[in-house]
């Protein structure tokens, strides 16, 4: 315990905030799952293109929100939430990765 009884916690190892990767994973998610089903809508552009951006704003909104939430509850530092955010981006799309995994399974 640390003081007055407190319980004292350091932000130790937790170089990744899991918080922000899964909020991210999931936004990136969702957005594309969107942007696959608005395909399938018949051609009305501008419908498409509203949903797109509405789902895209909601869900960039979401993990602005989870960011500030995190960092006002002190629970990672912002280094450890920027990491995942990177970590997500570098790893959303990668055709090495995917590559790599198809020969090891």
Not at 5 to 13: E, N
Not at 32 to 42: K, L, R, T
Not at 45 to 53: E, L, T
Not at 70 to 98: G, K, Q
């Amino acid at each position: 315990f640390g003081v007055n009884g407190r319980r004292v916690r350091y932000c130790a190892d937790m170089m990744i905030s899991g918080h922000t990767y899964f909020a991210t994973l999931f936004a990136m998610s969702a957005f594309s799952q969107v942007a696959y089903a608005s395909d399938f809508i018949p051609r009305k552009n501008y419908i498409n293109r509203i949903v797109r951006y509405s789902v895209l704003a909601i869900c960039f909104s979401c993990v602005i929100v989870e960011v500030c939430l995190v960092a006002a509850a002190r629970f990672h530092y912002t280094v450890d939430m920027l990491a995942a955010i990177v970590m997500v981006l570098f790893l959303w799309d990668s055709s090495t990765l995917e590559h790599i995994a198809a020969d090891w399974s």
